[in-house]
């Protein structure tokens, strides 16, 4: 089966731009993570998807993040204006079911200059 | 909610030593520890994981210890080789809480050293 997906796998971007992350994850996969792991430090969880639903958002930073989850299938992740402390990899995961082991993708390294 | 410290932060061993990495959690209600190792340019993959109804599990030269008491859980590794060298990151959850997500620790850099 074809893992979970992540595009791009980098990205570089002035302080005030906009970047789209996008994450496809195992098909079949109801449940969807966002989790980000900043140089040196733990792999922070972000938010939680069950199908198209949110079910879970605690973790995002702050209302320049917005991420969405059209149909159930694919997520995307926006910032919105960027800032440099935005910087670092966005790592998307999906499983079957809550409590199955995550299955995680490549990440995107967001670079924010 | 859960914090998930973990250490060392980094660990250099010879080939074929043994390598211990310790974790301990806050929540008493977490029941499942994952432990996942990246490798560089990697995702992070899971290599084995307990669940609060056991104390260890084994798999060849991975095995993780859990004392729900002291709320801490380890990963050794024995006879290492090269290809261990990787980040390793522990975790932990209350899976029948509700849909809480793993919280992990910041990892672990091991190095094998040939």
């Known amino acids: 089966e074809a893992g979970v997906t992540q595009f791009p796998s980098h990205s570089v971007i002035e302080k005030g731009q906009t970047v789209t992350l996008r994450c496809d994850p195992i098909?079949?996969?109801?449940?969807l993570y966002w989790y980000r792991r900043v140089m040196g430090k733990e792999i922070k969880f972000l938010l939680h998807?069950?199908?198209?639903?949110?079910?879970?958002e605690s973790g995002m930073p702050n209302n320049r993040f917005l991420a969405e989850r059209t149909g159930g299938t694919y997520s995307t992740l926006k910032v919105q204006p960027a800032e440099l402390e935005d910087s670092g990899v966005y790592f998307c995961?999906?499983?079957?079911?809550?409590?199955?082991?995550?299955?995680f993708g490549n990440g995107t390294r967001l670079t924010v200059t | 909610g859960e914090n998930v410290e973990q250490h060392p932060s980094t660990l250099s061993v010879q080939e074929g030593d043994s390598a211990v990495i310790k974790c301990t959690y806050s929540?008493?209600?977490?029941?499942?520890f994952p432990w996942y190792k990246q490798e560089l340019g990697k995702r992070p993959q899971l290599i084995i994981d307990?669940?609060?109804?056991?104390g260890e599990k084994k798999d060849q030269r991975i095995a993780v210890t859990l004392n729900k008491t002291a709320k801490h859980f380890s990963l050794h590794i024995t006879e290492t080789q090269p290809e261990d060298s990787a980040v390793y990151f522990c975790?932990?959850?209350?899976?029948?809480?509700?849909?809480?997500?793993?919280?992990f620790g910041k990892g672990t850099r091991l190095s094998v050293i040939a």
């Open positions: 995961a999906s499983s079957q079911v809550y409590g199955s082991p995550l299955h």
């Open positions: 098909s079949g996969h109801d449940n």
């Open positions: 998807f069950v199908k198209e639903s949110k079910q879970d």
């Open positions: 929540d008493s209600a977490s029941n499942y």
């Open positions: 307990i669940r609060s109804n056991v």
């Open positions: 975790a932990a959850s209350p899976l029948n809480s509700g849909n809480t997500p793993l919280v």
